[in-house]
Structures are given as structure tokens and as C-alpha cells.
Nanobody
């Protein structure tokens, strides 16, 4: 299984931007569909978006559409979450996750189940 490590979290003000990175090791990164999740304080974890192995098919939760962008660099074993126009309600622990089943499907397959998770990185947006 792949191991995932997130980085890039921090404290920012509303309207600021932040880019999270998630670096994979231990397996062939390009075999994995990827996703970003977040867990706001006192709430359940929710998906932010999912990305195919090819990086060409991406889906976002409605609350981040137009503000967040997910991308991947398979040569660097890294997936990114670019967050712009941040709002206080974006405050959460952000996790990346990997779906190993994606390798059995087309490179444009959008992952739906995730078996490997990072440790999370805190993003706090002040008003």
C-alpha cells in the first residue's frame, strides 16, 4: 500500500490562498486514484474532490467549485490541492487518500473508495 504525507497547512485570513501537497511513497503512484477530504471541527469528514489516475477527470464538492483545484504530478508522486478565496468555513483538517482499485480501470476512472490515508494537515481560516 502507498504511504501518504500531507503538508502545506497553516493559519490564513479569509480571502487568502493556500496550497496543500500530498506526497506518496511505497508503491507506484500513477496506479492510484486520489482524493482530498476534510474534517471541520465537530463535524464528519467530507470529500473535497477526487482525481483520476491520469489527472484529467476531477470532481469537486459544490462548496469548493471555482475556488479549489486538484492536480497531480505523477513524476513527483504528489497530488496538490490549491485553495483560493478561502473562507472561515473551510477550516478543517485536510486529508489526502488513495484508491488502489483504480489501477484495474481506465486511467480516467474517478475513484470512489479509498484505502490509504495521510495523517492530515490543519487549515485554519480566520475572518
Amino acid at each position: 500500500q502507498v504511504q501518504l504525507v500531507e503538508s502545506g497547512g497553516g493559519l490564513v485570513q479569509a480571502g487568502d490562498s493556500l496550497r496543500l501537497s500530498c506526497t506518496a511513497s511505497g508503491d507506484t503512484f500513477s496506479d492510484y486514484g486520489m482524493g482530498w477530504f476534510r474534517q471541520p471541527p465537530g463535524k464528519a469528514r467530507e470529500i473535497v474532490g477526487a482525481l483520476s489516475r491520469s489527472g484529467t477527470v476531477i470532481r469537486y464538492v459544490d462548496s469548493v467549485k471555482g475556488r479549489f483545484t486538484i492536480s497531480r504530478d505523477n513524476a513527483k508522486n504528489t497530488v496538490y490541492l490549491q485553495m483560493n478565496s478561502l473562507k472561515p468555513e473551510d477550516t478543517a483538517v485536510y486529508y489526502c487518500a488513495a484508491d488502489s482499485a483504480a489501477k484495474y480501470y481506465s486511467s480516467t476512472y474517478l475513484p470512489t473508495t479509498f484505502g490509504s490515508w495521510g495523517q492530515g494537515t490543519q487549515v485554519t481560516v480566520s475572518s
